[in-house]
């Protein structure tokens, strides 16, 4: 396969699950406060811009992070390369550059995506209110993942797409938990409050993961049993470690050879953040600390995606 319609595959399937994280993100920071009057407070909407690594770009742009310039900037901007907009785009470029390697129907959920993702602005979804944004971002996604799933041939470039996928998702979910560290609560005794507590069950109800955490667990909310579930439950599809489970198996049909060996050093690095979940307990991320750990681990994914580049890109 031609390295640039790999690369066209594996940023095809980082682009849509951006999209997805991107929005999930917004969720969340939107439900730090249950007062009506609070909803677009105008503070505190810097969390989200440094969890989602676009602080600093967001700064060279705007004067000021309140709750309208950030979600335009997150979401219809198209100077940010990182905007859900962009990212649509991006997608729809890449599927465009890709048909022949792609399923009929793939091609068709990104186009269709993209032309009502276009009918939306800021105006419509203020009025409408940013829930029903949300969930059309998330059923968006949902139909992607269903439709490649099944009408999606498993050759390399599904494969390369499926690793591209599932490591953009281990670092949007990986972020996402990082906005929930980053909201700032009024008073430390407010931890554990039913504001602080109804923005961890939104965390799970936006990444689909309720129904699992009270499957595993019990209706009560507990932040380290929500932490344990997202990072380390190879049960749950949007954990840490079903990612890099998942990235490592799609690599490896890459390179079918290696199925004992890593070949590259991609599959190393991808190998070693899924054995460093797999092995690791909730009580070691929590005495490392949550902050610390994902920090660490989303670094761990920026030196995938050079590996990549390196390995399987270069052109």
């Given at each position: 396969m031609l390295s640039r319609i790999a690369e066209y595959l594996f940023w095809l399937g980082r682009f849509m699950e951006r999209a997805q994280g991107i929005s999930i993100s917004l969720e969340v920071q939107l439900t730090s406060s249950l007062e009506a009057s609070d909803y677009y407070d105008n503070?505190?909407?810097?969390?989200?811009?440094?969890?989602?690594g676009?602080?600093?770009?967001?700064?060279?742009?705007?004067?000021q992070a309140d709750s309208q310039t950030v979600m335009d900037y997150l979401v219809f901007d198209l100077?940010?390369?990182?905007?859900?907009n962009s990212c649509i785009n991006k997608a729809r470029e890449n599927a465009r550059g890709v048909r022949d390697m792609i399923s009929k129907e793939t091609w068709e959920i990104i186009n269709v995506f993209y032309h009502e993702f276009s009918e939306f602005n800021m105006e419509r979804i203020l009025k409408e209110g940013p829930d029903r944004f949300f969930h059309f971002i998330?059923?968006?996604?949902?139909?992607?993942?269903?439709?490649?799933?099944?009408?999606?041939?498993?050759?390399?470039?599904?494969?390369?797409?499926?690793?591209?996928?599932?490591?953009?998702?281990?670092?949007?979910?990986?972020?996402?938990?990082?906005?929930?560290?980053?909201?700032?609560?009024?008073?430390?005794?407010?931890?554990?409050?039913?504001v602080d507590i109804y923005q961890w069950r939104t965390l799970l109800d936006s990444t689909g993961a309720y129904e699992a955490y009270v499957k595993q667990y019990t209706t009560k909310i507990v932040p380290i049993h929500v932490a344990e579930i997202l990072i380390l439950n190879n049960r749950l599809p949007r954990s840490l470690v079903y990612c890099m489970s998942h990235a490592l198996?799609?690599?490896?049909?890459?390179?079918?050879?290696?199925?004992?060996?890593?070949?590259?050093?991609t599959e190393q690095r991808i190998g070693k953040l899924y054995y460093q979940l797999a092995y690791?307990?909730?009580?070691?991320?929590?005495?490392?600390g949550l902050h610390e750990y994902l920090t660490n681990f989303?670094?761990?994914?920026?030196?995938?995606?050079?590996?990549m580049n390196q390995d399987y890109f270069a052109h």
């Open positions: 503070s505190n909407w810097e969390p989200i811009l440094n969890a989602v676009q602080l600093s770009s967001f700064y060279t742009t705007h004067t100077t940010n390369p990182n905007s859900i998330r059923n968006k996604g949902y139909s992607f993942d269903g439709v490649t799933e099944i009408t999606m041939f498993r050759d390399k470039g599904y494969h390369f797409m499926n690793t591209g996928k599932f490591i953009e998702r281990a670092d949007q979910i990986a972020r996402i938990l990082d906005v929930k560290y980053h909201i700032p609560l009024k008073r430390i005794q407010d931890v554990g409050n039913p198996e799609s690599i490896r049909q890459i390179n079918p050879s290696s199925n004992k060996h890593y070949s590259t050093g690791s307990s909730v009580e070691d991320v929590f005495f490392f989303i670094s761990g994914l920026l030196g995938i995606g050079s590996g």
